[in-house]
């Protein structure tokens, strides 16, 4: 068997982010999915794996069981990658686990519910030489790569300003009656964490910025908004970025921003040229200069960069999306398994994720202190 | 298992059709490919058969022995449906006999070499019941449902004006030095049949103006361009056409139109709206008034047809693409095999096929005529 | 006085064309306007001159008296130049009188209503040294400029494939009631000659493609729609175009594309890379290649050519629209009044007007015959 | 004489804004220009009202003079209203002079150097019934009108998110090389006054914000980028915006976001729509849903207000631009004047101009205490 060999924990039965797991494993043909532990319940568990022609003596009742089980396996014959898909409280056990237990880990996001637990995670992975995986899948977009290598072999020069957005109106149609409050896990802090927005959407559009740019935020200083008193967890953020020296920014992002769909962009301005690409646009990216026409990029041409070539799996102009931004992610993570090396920027890790939660962290800090400035430890 | 078993001819080693069908079929679990002949080379089709983790033992020499051998299988073992992904010249004779073997079949377009032989297996289709499943992906895009059902339900008024393009430079660069002429397989007439471009191309924006409108083109004039004297088949063609009553409209499309990726698109006026939908930007629909705002359609939208939400697999504002529409036709098919019963927009048939194959006929004898008006049988 | 003094035939109280000529001649300081004969009653003509502050002594109740009472005058009091701005069917007699008379005319399009006529008056203006500005005001466009000179450096290489299209709904909601058709003058053939749809919208298209390649339509075979029996004129049009060689293209205009608006749209492509540019959008021009980005020119940039940099008025980034197009086909004019030299491109010319009919009676005689190829003569 | 007599302060030889200020002016036939104050230098002033037809009688050598002389002249002679088009730092002393001595007054922005000098203008001018004009033109657009009107109906339902935008490169070449920085009087405060980015850029945007919500701003929290230490004034600004209960926004604002060209946006998002407005592509207003297709609104439709449609000179789909938006504040002003009654929103007013040096005053004050939260008092 030349797939190797994956496992899924959570993503179960009319779970989306399962289905993209999935899709994205076999997109390319380089993961065979095994087996897992689908749902809390073993039943449903096991209807849901005959119902995508699983083995159903793979179906686990637990993490716990399915590293004892696999484990006991012919090491050629069990699972050497597991995806975490679960709800995100999960996330560090599971992890914690998995790592222990020598499996590579492919993991949603956000990472962790604490910074804590993330640097936990971060340092078993370097102790062990594990792959994990963070999907934050917009790193996977071909041209997201590309703005990478452009600012990467400076054509940009000096970076001055950077500017984020990641709106949407997804909760704005259930947050203005109360009542729904309680029917929402991202609204309970239980569940979520210190943040809803933050975590959710300015997780994304963080990572965004720090893998484009090569550049650390060192400090922030967070405006958050309920919308709502009472509403435990934020739906709407405005927070500036410090990145050292004189170059500043600002990350906005938004749960409440009525009939915007999933309107994540990004500006990079530098002393010599700027760029700027969006989500919903996602196969171009626009070079801007002062003093000379604009450029548009787009996949598949023969003048991009090999990084950005290798993510593109169709003639030009034949849209790409999603599904394929994801799989680039698994795609990395395979060729990091077989190869025993890491590529730069093929895949988020769990230092992306150690940064993310640092951000959350700092963010939150921020808004409660009367929105000071908050460094990034 | 309940993935309908599905085998594959053509579609080999480094085939961007083949990888398109398998994920197609894979995308929504609804298909398990078991076998094929992937190459007319035994052993490479062997060898690839094992690069995607399939059984050696379903790996077939020919269509004539996968036949045999599939049918000497018990009936829930063995294959339901069969995937022709070979060159357009060997459709015909791989699925005449996969009909009449009675196999399910889904085949790449443009389904035949004549409008004779689609004629032929419209006859056996019919027949035997067989769900034929031609891939005319662009009708699997869910704004394009969305299109055809606006018009079904009569939101344009009555059609007035019809106009496709399908442009693209692909090739712009390699038509150019007349050695390269030899080594592309779409200008030579045995293999592609009498038309390059008009059986490339405009199959695919003329199936989508009768897929969207549900109108029947009735004559053609064409005027098509070889661009250098020489050239076997054509590169660029314009093709008016006519519809009955005074309903009129052209078809435009082109490999030479340098630095066009895939831009197909298409724009029906009614009486009372018009609406326009390009392939490069596949999720969004305009619906355009004189005395109102224009209306811009997206996937996902309460608002939306049951049949473009069912074509959605992500949240709103992520985008979709290729692949998607791709699979879209394959749900399609599984559902018609299993329910025995075809839904009428779910994938374009035979009967689709046939037309197409009128169309180049008609097109073809209309620009041989010297641009005279040709009817579609 | 510094400015050029202009007189109008035509465009009175209530007429858009009207205020766009006096706009078009004042924007720039170089045309001052002295009088005319705004309306054929005179004492409208009178009142609505008081209305724009114009001295009521140079209100005239026929060019033939404004040509008579101006050439009284002392030579550098008289005007200089006389715009016609009245229904197409009064152009002709107009010019033949105010060239004759010496004045340099500037003339709404299209020129006249026989192709005979316009030969008529470019004879004359070629015996006369006459400025004779006709405003197909596309070509003013900055972008347009910029394309023009694009092709002439050879940016493109050579040329292989053109196409053009004009569609709006503009009759839309007027047609489809039988009742309205009496009250529009571009539906009667005494006040619009043999062309309704080609005479106003294609003429623009037609002149635009010539504008810019600088390349000679030689021969169009012409599909026009009346869409309604016993509707006398073309609502639309598809008309095909050869140019010699092999290159051919396709000119579309629509009076019934439902909500369209003025979606005046121009493609040309080279053997080397090709461009687009939209009416609608008018201040980008988008430079298409297969192997490079695609580059979005926009005005003022310091590497575009002088020529449509001096079309600029503003910074870049602030829009400009029709009115500065039309004007700086004005600032054209004025600059060869004052030099006695014209400065190719800089406006369309009485040439322009021969060719535009050529077209129109050479599409209408195509349709007539059947839908055959019909040379320009 | 009917168009209302005026005169010109400044915006003299080579003005951009001079320039603008007369093609405002003409454009609807309700100002006729008499004289000014060109120039400082009054050999230069006469030289250029020479140049533009002006009677060189009413050029005079300083707004003292002006104000002498006119009011010498008898009343239905006179000027009516006085444009200033001076730099910043002039703009107080002309506009108390005139509005003193009775004229009406048109301003350009930012209104003064000190919030201080705008409150006694708006006295004044409350006092004497002055109509003061100033110049923030983006509120002159068609369709900004339109948004203001449909958040007025209660389209959008209750605000609840704000972020506007004003983004431009065009110090971006300047700015890197020191020795440029004393020829850009924007660098010097003794003629910028306490900002450079703020003053001219955000006032527009924060001006937009309160134009087409209605909502005042209450307090701001300011970060300002002189992005070399050692530069004077600010080139780029992130300001926090709170509008009272727990509405927020944001506004941004930046002459360094390289090769961005006029990127003023604005999105408002309310509990039942959001609408989104570019200023590079003025003709559209975005209308987004969270459960139908978004509208595209656009000039001239039958459905449109009023108010806009009172905006819009030509048919739909012909670009109105700049000039247009501007213009539409002259002509509220021309009817204010005539009618002596201010229609709101018809132009921003002084206080307007009380608005928007507040928000000045409050975002450096903001930002020079460290980033907290200042009220505009």
Redesign the interface.
């Known amino acids: 068997?030349?797939?190797i060999k994956l496992g899924i924990v959570g993503g179960g039965p009319g779970s989306?982010i399962g289905?993209?797991h999935?899709?994205a494993a076999?997109?390319d043909?380089e993961f065979?999915l095994v087996g897992g532990v689908f749902s809390s319940d073993y039943a449903k568990s096991v209807k849901f794996a005959?119902?995508?022609?699983l083995d159903v003596k793979r179906v686990y009742r637990s993490v716990d069981e399915l590293i004892e089980r696999e484990r006991a396996l012919p090491v050629d014959g069990r699972m050497t990658a597991v995806t975490i898909a679960t709800p995100n409280y999960l996330h560090y056990d599971a992890a914690r686990k998995l790592i222990r237990a020598g499996f590579h880990v492919i993991c949603d996001k956000p990472v962790t519910m604490t910074c804590a637990e993330a640097e936990r995670l971060e340092k078993m992975v370097g102790e062990r030489g594990t792959v994990f995986c963070l999907t934050h899948n917009y790193t996977g977009y071909p041209m997201v790569r590309e703005a990478r290598k452009l600012i990467e072999k400076g054509t940009?020069g000096r970076i001055?300003?950077i500017?984020v957005?990641y709106?949407?109106?997804?909760f704005?149609?259930l947050v203005?009656d109360k009542k729904n409050w309680k029917s929402i896990w991202r609204f309970d802090p239980s569940k979520a964490g210190i943040s809803c927005n933050v975590a959710d959407l300015g997780t994304h559009a963080f990572n965004l910025v720090e893998y484009i740019t090569q550049i650390e935020v060192k400090a922030v200083?967070a405006?958050l908004?309920?919308?709502?008193?009472g509403l435990p967890l934020d739906l709407?953020a405005?927070i500036?970025l410090r990145f050292g020296g004189?170059l500043?920014g600002?990350l906005?992002s938004?749960h409440?921003?009525?009939?915007?769909?999933?309107?994540l962009e990004i500006?990079i301005?530098?002393?010599?040229?700027?760029l700027r690409w969006e989500?919903?646009?996602?196969?171009c990216l626009y070079?801007?200069?002062?003093?000379?026409?604009?450029?548009?990029?787009?996949r598949g041409?023969?003048?991009n960069t090999k990084f950005s070539l290798e993510g593109t799996?169709?003639?030009?102009?034949?849209?790409?999306?999603?599904?394929?931004s994801f799989a680039n992610l698994y795609k990395g993570a395979a060729k990091a398994i077989r190869t025993k090396r890491e590529t730069s920027g093929a895949f988020p890790t769990i230092h992306d994720g150690v940064r993310t939660m640092k951000f959350v962290e700092a963010a939150v800090s921020s808004h409660k202190k009367g929105?000071k400035?908050v460094e990034l430890r």
């Open positions: 068997m030349r797939g989306f289905f993209t999935r899709l076999k997109m043909e065979a005959r119902s995508i022609d940009l001055q300003k500017d957005q709106y949407m109106g997804a704005n149609p203005h200083l405006d908004n309920t919308l709502y008193d709407d405005t500036l004189n500043k600002v906005r938004s409440i921003a009525t009939g915007e769909e999933n309107a500006k301005y530098g002393d010599r040229m700027g989500e919903e646009n996602p196969n070079l801007l200069s002062d003093n000379k026409p604009a450029q548009v990029y787009s041409k023969s003048s799996r169709v003639y030009r102009g034949l849209p790409e999306g999603f599904f394929e929105n400035w």
